[in-house]
């Protein structure tokens, strides 16, 4: 039986429906991020799917230099404290250095360790250590049967809140494959399991400078993912994708969500 994590007002696990995870990839500035927030919420209750808003204030693993990574920790958590506080939703905001985590820890309810950095024992570790619900992304170069190690960092600190995410394997050069053995292996481990489908999607690097998608396939992959049963389902969304400054050509158009989670949802 996977292990009920309880986040703010929403219950992950356990005999509990499917949660949506959902938001911009980066905090663009402040109207954007309020707006999708207000319009996530007005569709989650609409449809009566639990829901918890992701958004992140640097993006630290961008292909380049040049990329746009986000406004920085402290304009970034202002914004995200009020869309917190405005539309009274649980918070999930990712972390890429341990000395970031007191701050974010303040106004997060779920702080999530990148794939990139699932195995950096001290990140991990600061996480744990403040009591938050920990969402970790499996790297794309680890096997469901290594989360295992991820799981026993986390519980050394005694925290138990745990979510693993399952985010794509490399599978030759710019690509990524989704093996939906992993659900039902890391399910084992006793925790809620996570489906990002829209990094699942993603051509790392594809664009040559930048990291390319194909989303015409993020609706038939969620729906497998559902099928397995996944615990929560994780997508990015913005109002216009083939504008947005980061993940653009991975993400769900806003306007299409609610079209999107009817049919994966029901």
């Known amino acids: ?17 499917t949660v949506l995870i959902a938001g911009p990839c980066v905090i663009e500035n402040e109207k954007i991020t309020a707006d999708i927030a207000e319009k996530l919420k007005e569709i989650t209750q609409n449809l009566k799917i639990p829901f918890i808003f992701k958004a992140s204030y640097d993006k630290a693993n961008r292909t380049s230099i040049k990329s746009f990574r986000g406004p920085g920790i402290k304009k970034g958590l202002e914004i995200l404290s009020k ?14 250095c341990r000395h970031d985590v007191p701050f974010v820890a303040k106004i997060a309810d779920v702080i999530q360790i ?54 794509g394997t490399c ?32 051509l790392p690097g594809g664009l040559g400078d930048r990291t390319g998608g194909q989303k ?22 913005h109002p216009e994708p083939e504008k947005a400054l980061s993940d653009g050509p991975n993400s769900i158009k806003l306007s299409e969500l609610k079209k999107f989670l009817c049919e994966v949802f029901k």
């Open 216 to 237: 015409e396939f993020i609706l038939p992959l969620s729906k497998a993912a559902m099928a397995v049963g996944v615990d929560a389902l994780f997508v990015e969304v």
């Open 1 to 17: 039986m996977v292990k009920e994590i309880k986040i703010g007002k929403v219950k992950i696990g356990g005999k509990n429906p």
């Open 83 to 96: 869309v917190k506080k405005k539309y009274d939703i649980p918070l999930l905001i990712d972390v890429h």
């Open 114 to 167: 990148p794939a990139y950095l699932c195995r950096q024992t001290d990140l991990i570790a600061a996480s744990a250590e403040t009591g938050k619900t920990v969402n970790v992304k499996k790297g794309q170069f680890l096997s469901p049967y290594d989360v295992k190690n991820i799981v026993e960092k986390i519980e050394s600190t005694g925290n138990k809140k745990i979510l693993l995410t399952e985010r």
């Open 171 to 202: 599978f030759g050069y710019n690509n990524l494959v989704v093996d939906f053995r992993s659900f039902l292996i890391m399910k084992k481990l006793g925790y809620p399991v996570v489906f990002d489908a829209t990094h699942s999607v993603q």
